[in-house]
């Protein structure tokens, strides 16, 4: 994940604005249809959003006021949540090896029993605050698993739980973030760098402030529109392992904004520790030979802490002599 210095302005790359990404309406009733979209891309983009999710606005609403309650206290009450080791709260420093941002944010491991120990730190009403989190997190994993499966179904794979069966494990390794981006005020700035996420799948649901860019092969950058209705989903990954390359970990940054506050909500569905990654039997073939070499997520999640937020890990996994087609 290539980053940010503390003073790091949006420069001169190359911004495509007139790039419609993709928009998926997973309520209609063609199931084929709606996995050969999802498919179709994550193979181009890795990047997608889905509308007419079906989590209640009741549920974003609480989650969305405990967050901004959260960010709206004074600093050093903020400060007694911290510091991000790797949950809890943190400020302008991402990771362990020197990357900053313009954010602040709030990491959480998704188990509610984390949740409500780590909420007496964090609000004022702890119940109120485990209660709107734990339950916000319920609802999206089951987006996550549904658009996971609908993945497998579209990739043909036989067993079609064989993703979400991952984070629906009672030691799945997911997490949420919270991040606030207060308004730069001046020319934008990075809020958080260039990065890809090492996980399965991200869904994140931000406030009606842009900020969220995805990169392109050729290095452009294309902005997503916001829509708080809907949630930006993006492959991890742990997710271009298992489909041998087919899927593409989208890289990504979020900017801030000159004059409103951008806030957002990341929910990075992630497999046990123990759990070994390697391309399904499905993805591979002789035309098609294995690209990553097998991991636990452990393993690759050591490697992912180890390096600077822009650094490509999962090119420490890959096979010599194998190229991404």
Same mark, same amino acid.
């Given at each position: ?29 063609? +199931? ?144 949420? +973030? ?72 989208? +890289?990504? +940054? ?72």
């Amino acid at each position: 994940m290539v980053v940010a210095s503390p003073a790091s302005i949006i420069g001169s790359e190359k911004i495509i604005e007139d790039i419609e990404l993709p928009v998926i309406d997973v309520s209609i009733g063609d +199931r084929s249809e709606l996995s050969n979209l999802i498919v179709g891309a994550c193979e181009k983009y890795g990047f997608f959003k889905v509308i007419n999710h079906r989590v209640s606005n009741e549920i974003i609403s609480k989650m969305e006021q405990e967050s901004l309650s959260f960010f709206a206290k004074p600093f050093p009450e903020k400060e007694l949540a911290g510091p991000a080791n790797p949950f809890g709260y943190g400020c302008k420093n991402i990771g362990f090896n020197g990357d900053i941002g313009e954010v602040e944010y709030l990491v959480l491991n998704s188990h509610p029993l984390s949740i409500s120990q780590r909420s007496k730190s964090i609000s004022n009403d702890p119940n109120k605050f485990s209660s709107a989190v734990s339950g916000y997190i319920e609802a999206v994993r089951e987006v996550a698993c549904e658009i996971l499966d609908l993945m497998a179904e579209g990739l043909g794979v036989p067993d079609t739980s064989v993703f979400s069966r991952l984070i629906r494990d009672v030691d799945s390794d997911s997490i949420i +973030r919270l991040n606030h981006y207060p308004p730069s005020y001046s020319t934008n700035r990075v809020g958080f760098g260039e990065h890809s996420d090492p996980q399965i799948l991200t869904l994140l649901r931000s406030n009606d402030v842009g900020g969220l860019q995805i990169s392109l092969n050729d290095g452009a950058w294309v902005p997503v529109s916001p829509d708080p209705t809907g949630f930006c989903v993006n492959v991890g990954d742990v997710l271009q392992a298992m489909t041998n390359g087919r899927f593409v970990s989208v +890289r990504h +940054r979020a900017v801030t904004n000159s004059y409103n506050s951008r806030m957002s909500m990341a929910y990075f569905a992630a497999p046990p520790l123990n759990a070994e990654i390697a391309a399904l039997p499905h993805m591979v073939s002789a035309a098609r030979p294995t690209l990553y070499r097998p991991f636990t997520w452990a393993d690759y999640k050591k490697a992912a802490y180890s390096l600077r937020l822009g650094d490509a890990r999962l090119d420490l996994f890959r096979k010599q002599g194998v190229e991404l087609a």
